[in-house]
């Protein structure tokens, strides 16, 4: 059992607000996964020759403004840093493949979560009330964001199995429920040179959607194939740039519910993450179909 979160704001006055609106939504969902939670978040691109990428140092102390000089250095490159915590925000002008290589080559223990032009990820160990307050979700701001809750039911604790899963560019992905075939899916995409950085089943469906996308499926078109491939009982929760998307299984074993206004679209596994939101009495309330695409843009 886990618990899922996304708010995308409408009206631009409420981009500064974005925080401050989730906070309560993934509180509301601890009892569903009290072990790790993660947030992405979409801001703003930078500009088109520039990508962000986030970082991860776990329990190591790192200088975290002689890592940006070196990369920079390294990479011939410029590049800024932005700190929370043991997370980091690096903008550079490399490429991010080429920047993960370099870290993977000299700094090993920094985990890169998420690249692209407007994701921000966070995630880690601990109630969602504290890993919120170590990151300041409460101030986040943007356009959208997806968040989730995890209570781990088939691999370990641990950061890397936390979700949101990301693959690719600007995309991302929460799960609430259980995939038979991961393995399968690994077998087919890892000749392809597609590899995996864990062991849990969401990855398996991140990584299968975003190949669909790279080989130039639109998401939708991406997620009709993943009705195919997929064994097992989901509710995916899926972030791109401009988007987001909702889907459940041909059985919809897993809740969710969606709030539709003029200024916001809210989604989450139960109905007491949207109750304290702007408006909510005269919002749009239902539940999403079985196998049912559903999609918003900013």
């Given amino acids: 059992m886990c618990g899922i979160v996304g708010l995308l ?9 974005l925080g401050e609106l989730m906070l309560p939504m993934l509180i509301g969902m601890t009892e569903r996964g009290p072990d790790s939670s993660g947030m992405a978040v979409f801001t703003e691109p930078v500009a088109a020759e520039k990508r962000k990428l986030s ?10 403004e002689a890592l940006r000089a070196t990369v920079a250095a390294a990479l011939n490159t410029q590049a800024e840093i932005s700190v929370k915590k043991n997370h980091a925000t690096l903008t ?3 490429a991010p493949n080429a920047v993960k290589a370099w870290l993977k080559a000299h700094q ?6 998420s690249a692209g032009r407007a994701i921000d990820l966070y ?4 109630l969602p009330i504290e890993v919120a307050q170590r990151y300041d979700f409460a101030h986040l701001t943007g356009t959208h964001l997806v968040g989730h809750t995890r209570m ?3 691999s370990a604790v641990t950061v890397e199995n936390a979700h949101p899963y990301t693959a690719g560019e600007d995309w991302c992905l929460v799960h609430n429920g259980s995939l038979s075939n991961p393995y399968q899916l690994r077998r087919e ?9 864990g062991d849990c089943d969401t990855e398996a469906a991140c990584r299968y959607l975003e190949w669909r996308m790279r080989e130039g499926d639109d998401l939708e078109t991406a997620i009709e194939h993943g009705f195919t491939a997929f064994d097992g009982f989901y509710t995916f929760l899926m972030g791109t740039r401009d988007k987001l998307a909702l889907v459940r299984d041909p059985f919809a074993c897993k809740p969710a519910i969606v709030a539709e206004t003029d200024d916001y679209v809210a989604i989450a596994s139960e109905f007491r993450s949207l ?13 999403p179909k079985p196998e049912h695409i559903y999609s918003w843009s900013i």
Wanted: aromatic share 8%.
């Fill in 152 to 154: 781990a039911t088939e």
């Fill in 9 to 17: 704001v409408k009206r631009p006055a409420l981009r500064e607000r």
């Fill in 108 to 113: 090993p223990g920094i985990t890169v979560l």
């Fill in 92 to 94: 550079t002008g490399a």
């Fill in 275 to 287: 109750a304290h939101l702007p408006d909510v009495k005269h919002a749009t309330l239902f539940e």
């Fill in 189 to 197: 995409l890892e000749p392809l040179g597609i590899e995996f950085d």
């Fill in 123 to 126: 995630k880690d160990l601990g």
């Fill in 55 to 64: 970082l991860y140092a776990g329990a190591q102390a790192i200088d975290w």
